[in-house]
């Protein structure tokens, strides 16, 4: 276990020390990475440009790193595709009634992040949408 800081030691003289101590026991020695090249910026924040890679290499969705206001625009805005692959109108219509039901749930319980702006999905509105892409295809 880490040792506490001492009093009337500075934090960052602190860490640079515990820095020190942990490179003289070799602890970062061979670790994986040692001698390649960071990966190339973006431009965007260096933790979430790293958060992003590692979430894409496992394999898993970026959009559950958005806040809930943010998910919700872009779940609305996803929607026509998700429910092209819909084979039934009662389908589509359950998956518009999760959705928007999600929607009340978020204005009820929101205390952080953006702000919610998102309004509810008009069920047949969707549905004749729906009925447009199936006559469509």
Known sequence: MTRRKPPKVSFRWWVDRQIDEAR???DFDDLPGTGR???????????TDWVL????????????????????????????????AERTEAAV?????DLNERIRQAYLNHHSGPPLTVALVDVEE???GWRRSRAAS
Do not use: S
């Open 53 to 84: 890679r590692e979430v894409r290499k496992g394999g898993h969705d970026t959009r559950a790193l958005l806040p809930p206001a943010l998910a919700l625009k872009r779940e609305v805005q996803d929607l026509p595709g998700k429910l092209a």
């Open 37 to 47: 090249p960071l990966p190339k910026p973006t431009g965007h924040d260096a933790v």
């Open 93 to 97: 219509r359950e998956a518009v009634a």
């Open 24 to 26: 003289e026991r070799g």
């Open 126 to 128: 969707a549905v004749d």
